[in-house]
């Protein structure tokens, strides 16, 4: 079990498309001497910093920093169309990445079961496993069925805690179908609070909302537990909801905060 970081812990220091953007955004260089920094050696870059449109040498200099600094890499993706998928696989391969997590965009999972019995004899024989993101695409039923029929080691899953909520799945639902296929935990902390409306009409809804990992609802003791009672060893990747605060300058200082406090919270837990 390693811990490591995402660039989903990130999002406005890298920028968000639509938003106010950062002065000086991170890039995949900085963000690997970022977790150095923290103390991790293992990065997630996902498609939230396109690495798509890089060239190779942009490529070598981040497979070279990341082995100067000691640090496991992986990738993610969208989608889940094999030529697209394939495409990626090649980036994979000229950064050495152990995984590439994506999100199923496809709701429907036989037509994802066969895409992946096509694809994943390409990623075995890179070395490279397939990790799939639950989100509210499709139920975790749906997801576990995908896994039991292709069944191979080089198909697993990128467990979050957060995401399939938007179908009203428990993060309980979550561990029990996806549990003994997990590869990856997206450790993801959240609050739920009422929606504040002005009297005499108040407290209608739930907001759900990011928080720093150990402040939240998410039960950090119950899940590894839960998890590895299924006899699995996932690493656990750090993922943020920060707010945008009034200035992208207040924000991306305070998502530094979020995840300075979310490391030290997940090293004291894991006692690395």
């Known amino acids: 079990m390693q811990l490591g970081i995402g660039t989903w812990a990130f999002p406005w220091s890298i920028g968000i498309p639509g938003h106010p953007q950062p002065p000086n955004p991170l890039d995949a ?4 001497h970022r977790a ?15 690495y798509y449109d890089l060239t190779p040498q942009e490529l070598v200099e981040i497979r070279q920093t990341a082995d100067d600094l000691g640090i496991t890499l992986g990738l993610g993706t969208r ?19 152990e995984t590439l997590r994506t999100v199923i965009d496809t709701p429907d999972p036989v037509r994802v079961a066969t895409w992946m019995r096509q694809i994943v004899p390409h990623f075995a024989a890179a070395g490279v496993t397939i990790v799939l993101e639950n989100t509210e695409v499709l139920p975790v039923q749906d997801i576990a069925r995908i896994l039991r029929d292709v069944d191979t080691p080089h198909l697993r899953v990128c467990l979050d805690t957060a995401n399939s909520l938007g179908r ?9 179908a996806l ?11 959240i609050g739920v609070r009422r929606v504040q409306q002005a009297p005499p009409v108040f407290r209608m809804g739930f907001e759900i909302v990011g928080q720093p990992a150990g402040q939240g609802r998410v039960d950090f003791d119950w899940l590894i537990t839960a ?17 945008f605060l009034e200035t992208i300058e207040q924000t991306v200082a305070n998502e530094a905060v979020w995840v300075e406090q979310s490391i030290r919270f997940l090293k004291g837990k894991l006692e690395v």
Not at 37 to 48: E, P, R
Not at 168 to 175: D, G
Not at 181 to 189: E, F, G, M, S, V
């Open 29 to 32: 260089v900085s963000l690997l």
């Open 36 to 50: 150095k920094t923290l103390g991790l050696s293992l990065v997630q870059i996902c498609d939230n910093l396109p």
């Open 79 to 97: 989608g889940v169309q094999p030529e697209h998928l394939l495409r990626i696989l090649d980036y994979a391969r000229h950064l050495r990445a």
């Open 168 to 176: 009203l799945e428990t993060l309980e639902q979550v561990v029990e």
């Open 179 to 189: 549990g003994p296929y997990t590869r990856i935990i997206h450790y993801k902390d």
């Open 227 to 243: 998890i590895t009672q299924q006899g699995v060893d996932p690493d656990i990747i750090l993922e943020l909801w920060p707010p």
